[in-house]
């Protein structure tokens, strides 16, 4: 419908009217029309979803997570940060600390 209006627009006022400006009625008019109330809150009834207050996530009766992998993580960044901040480390000792050489 609007299509139509637009054409016959364009066409009975060519001289007048430019394709940039029906361009533009014709972006506009399609904003207007696609523009939606958003404030609906209907939905189909049961379809709330709650949180639940703790996960547990198990695989065959068994915990899937582990945290000790970060958990050693984050103590070797601490050794290392640690050692960098110390003017007396050597090279040796960070290299070694790199390679996880125990004992250095």
Known sequence: MIGI??????????NKMKLKNVLYIALLSTFIIS??????Q????GDEVAA????????EGESSVSFSGQTTRILMGEEIIAKF???T???????????HEEGN
Do not use: H, Q, W
């Open 42 to 45: 209907g939905g189909v009834p």
């Open 52 to 59: 639940p207050a703790t996960y547990v996530f198990e695989r």
């Open 89 to 99: 480390a050597t090279t040796e000792e960070l290299k070694a600390m790199f390679a």
């Open 5 to 14: 209006y637009i054409c016959s627009l364009f066409k009975s006022n060519l």
């Open 35 to 40: 523009c939606s109330d958003d404030d609906d």
């Open 85 to 87: 901040l110390d003017n």
